[in-house]
């Protein structure tokens, strides 16, 4: 049996190394350990590339990272792990067996860890009714072959009640194996709301979704913040040897540095679609005539737009406005090609500042920047700025206050301009440092 462990993870940085470091046993059996991160902004992500076979980004929320992480894997079972969860040192040793009994999909009893002495009293209600039901919680570590998990659809795109959901269709196809060893899970939320409201709130929310209530509402009744979106502009230069990442022609030559243009152009498009914050739209220098252009939006329907004429302030505000013409209460992000760090949870993050300012800025360590993000028009920003200067972001920040707009600063980056910054880069990811997927390979052999 070749089992693999998904964990989705948001914003775990303080408990996650343990977690993750508990798993070594079965990583030594053979079992494969795949990390879903949805965007933290807490040193998430950099703790678990040291602990994982695999770290992926995916849109937050369970059930999309979830369903990214079985995507990838070939594995013969899948095992859904909370990252609050805890397995036994000999779990996929206990799976196999009811396997070969004949289930396809099974779960563990809970324990659950916490300060209140009627938690273990939770806990056995939660197993006594998932055996008398046939129902599985996430909190039980549910396990399914992959191929019953990918023959129902996997997860529904649902903010809540996932886990009910996909056992409800599993159960129609037979019964879970329901195996009495514990997981241990944390009793944090208990802890943290209060023991009765949260067991009143869980006992509410049960009763709605029997009763048919949309899983969008019982999200909102729970306290989920609903995932902020916003549409993307992309500024593109079309990869032309000789006109193109030109301070790189002389480490990489003509050619080479329009390879590197394309690579940073491809990579940026993929970063925007995993975010999934709203429409992506790429737009082209000089026109969107070029091939590479052409073949993204046949290929790949990428919607494709060309940049006017003028400086890059123009160029920007020109996207913000035909953007707001068309989606006046839609926040939009607006981005280069050249900072290759960038990540799905940068953007998430972006998104999620648009909920609570009129602007959002990812610093470039040059002085300018890699990122803004508007809630509403200000052109204001794209006007008596000196482009291309140590001056960008500072000008920026006071074009911003003089209009009397809010904005919030997200860490800096750094943009690959010069050959030293295209050696950095080269070493970034040839120690594995950065896990974003590279959707170009190696730009040297980008044909």
């Known amino acids: 049996m070749k089992l693999a462990i998904v964990v989705p993870v948001l914003n775990e940085a303080t408990t996650l190394a343990a977690r993750l470091q508990a798993l070594a ?30 770290v992926l980004q995916a849109p937050r929320g369970r059930a999309s990272q979830l369903n990214a992480g079985a995507a990838v894997t070939r594995a013969d079972v899948l095992l859904f792990l909370h990252a ?3 397995l036994p040192a000999d779990a996929d040793q206990l799976i196999e067996p009811a396997l070969q009994h004949g289930h396809r999909w099974g779960r563990f009893d809970v324990h659950i860890e916490g300060r209140h002495p009627l938690l273990p009293l939770v806990a056995w209600f939660m197993n006594r009714r998932s055996r008398l039901t046939g129902i599985a ?8 072959q992959r191929r019953l998990f990918e023959s129902v659809g996997g997860f529904a795109a649902l903010p809540l009640m996932e886990d009910i959901d996909l056992s409800q269709r599993l159960k129609a196809i037979e019964a879970p194996a ?40 019982l999200a909102l009744r729970y306290g ?29 030559g003509a050619a080479g540095a329009a390879r590197a243009q394309r690579g940073f152009a491809l990579r940026t498009l993929a970063t925007a679609r995993s975010a999934s914050t709203g429409e992506v739209t790429l737009w082209c220098a000089p026109d969107a005539a070029h091939r590479f252009f052409r073949a ?9 737009m060309a940049q006017p004429a003028g400086d ?45 300012h009129d602007a959002v800025l990812i610093p470039a360590e040059d002085g300018g920047y890699v990122l803004i993000g508007l809630r509403r028009p200000v052109p204001e920003v794209f006007t008596e700025v000196p482009w291309s200067t140590a001056q960008v972001l500072g000008r920026t920040r006071e074009r911003l206050r003089g209009c009397g707009a ?3 600063e997200l860490p800096s980056l750094w943009d690959v301009d010069e050959p030293a910054d295209w050696l950095r880069w080269q070493a970034q990811r040839e120690h594995g440092s950065h896990g974003t997927p590279w959707a170009a390979g190696n730009p040297r052999a980008v044909p």
């Open 25 to 54: 046993p079965l990583r030594a059996r053979g079992a494969e350990l795949l990390v879903v991160d949805g965007g933290s902004s807490d040193g998430t992500e950099a703790i678990a590339q040291h602990l994982a076979d695999r």
């Open 84 to 86: 609050d969860t805890q």
């Open 137 to 144: 919680t996430g909190d039980q570590a549910m396990f399914v």
């Open 178 to 217: 329901c195996l009495r060893e514990c997981v241990t899970t944390s009793g944090r939320r208990w802890d943290q709301r209060g023991f009765w409201r949260t067991v009143l709130l869980m006992w509410r929310l049960r009763a709605a979704h029997a009763l048919g209530t949309d899983a969008h509402t």
């Open 224 to 252: 989920y913040r609903p995932r902020a979106l916003a549409s993307v502009a992309i500024m593109a230069k079309a990869p032309v040897a000789g006109l193109a990442k030109t301070r790189l022609i002389p480490l990489l």
């Open 296 to 304: 993204l939006a046949v290929r790949r329907g990428v919607a494709t």
């Open 312 to 356: 890059i302030g123009q160029r920007m505000a020109a996207a913000m406005q035909h953007h707001f013409a068309r989606a006046p209460h839609t926040p939009l992000l607006i981005a280069g090609t050249d900072c290759p760090v960038l990540t799905p949870s940068h953007l998430q993050q972006a998104a999620d500042a648009l909920q609570d």
């Open 406 to 408: 809010s904005w919030q």
